[in-house]
């Protein structure tokens, strides 16, 4: 059965580094997301992402963050610098119909920032 | 902002018992979505519901949108302990270009043997 795969599994890195998370989608969906979860809270959507654009973008997703999406594979979270308050899990999902259709989650990246 | 609210946010119960989880909103969605997360792990998919008044049966969960599609509930008769785990309800709103979902905060289950 297909799968959202993410990569890394963790993540450790300094206050003020950039880290870039990285996920491959369902192979023929065409819509990417990202989602967060701080311990112990909800999760939180980021940005949503169609035909090599931003679709939506929540508050948290301010300048420090960035997606892209080099190949026809992966989909990648870029953190220029981040901040203590950025670890959490991150999720990326992806859609193969947008609206309605189901969002299938990838297993997350656990970022702790020191 | 779209809040979705989960109640109970943690339920304990023995093997056998059953139980409802309710996830309540003053916001109507396009569609509601159940999802179950182990700890470490993202939400897996469970069901998802689009019409108001939809009930979807999986095995001994049922699941209901509620006519307003302002609510929704996740109902298991005789609960077995593989069912331990976070119960998350995520609704989803049409005005939303791309299906952005909003999550309630969750309902821990355990059942114990």
Known sequence: EPEVTQTPSHQVTQMGQEVILRCVPISNHLYFYWYRQILGQKVEFLVSFYNNEISEKSEIFDDQFSVERPDGSNFTLKIRSTKLEDSAMYFCASCGGGPGETQYFGPGTRLLVL | ?113
């Open chain 2, 1 to 113: 902002t779209q809040l979705l609210e989960q109640s109970p946010q943690f339920l304990s119960i023995q093997e056998g018992e059953n139980l409802t989880v309710y996830c309540n909103s003053s916001s109507v969605f396009s569609s509601l979505q159940w999802y179950r997360q182990e700890p470490g792990e993202g939400p897996v998919l469970l069901v998802t519901v689009v019409t108001g008044g939809e009930v979807k049966k999986l095995k001994r969960l049922t699941f209901q949108f509620g006519d307003a599609r302002k609510d929704s509930s996740l109902h298991i008769t005789a609960a077995q302990p593989g069912d331990t785990g976070l119960y998350l309800c995520a609704g989803e709103n049409r005005g939303s270009t791309l299906g952005r979902l909003y999550f309630g905060r969750g309902t821990q289950l355990t059942v114990w043997p």
